[in-house]
């Protein structure tokens, strides 16, 4: 069983920024593959960034070159940098550990995930 605890969301105006934090429950980092999702509401669930246990990355087109996804696994923390931020990314932010050795390219979609933590809301203001 692993749990995930999310933390760094806010409030924050629009070209603002904000580092979220993913801690893993202790010593079961190293092998997983991680991703951000995020929810906004009466929508679904979104993919944001991935990256494997061995560091590659993979972003979705609409944050490309604005979030960065790193991982440091002696403190079982991911992280999702998150700059230039607009009005349309304010969602509910889920970080999720997938057990499955995979490409990041392919880390996507909802369903290869095995762990979610319980979210934190980052809203950007106009």
């Known amino acids: 069983q692993v749990q995930l605890v999310e933390s760094g969301g806010g409030l924050v105006q629009t070209g603002g920024s904000l580092r979220l934090d993913c801690v893993a429950s202790a010593g079961t980092l190293s092998t997983l593959g991680m991703g951000w999702f995020r929810q906004a509401p009466g929508k679904e669930r979104d993919f944001v960034a991935a990256?494997?246990?061995?560091?590659?990355?993979a972003y979705a087109d609409s944050v490309k070159d604005r979030f960065t996804i790193s991982r440091d696994n002696a403190k079982n923390t991911v992280y999702l940098e998150m700059n230039s931020l607009r009005p349309e990314d304010t969602a509910v932010y889920y970080c999720?550990?997938?057990?499955?050795?995979?490409?990041?390219?392919?880390?996507?979609?909802?369903?290869?995930?095995?762990?979610w933590g319980q979210g934190t809301q980052v809203t950007v203001s106009s």
């Open positions: 999720a550990a997938d057990v499955q050795f995979r490409p990041a390219q392919i880390m996507g979609e909802v369903r290869l995930y095995d762990y």
């Open positions: 990256i494997t246990w061995n560091g590659y990355t």
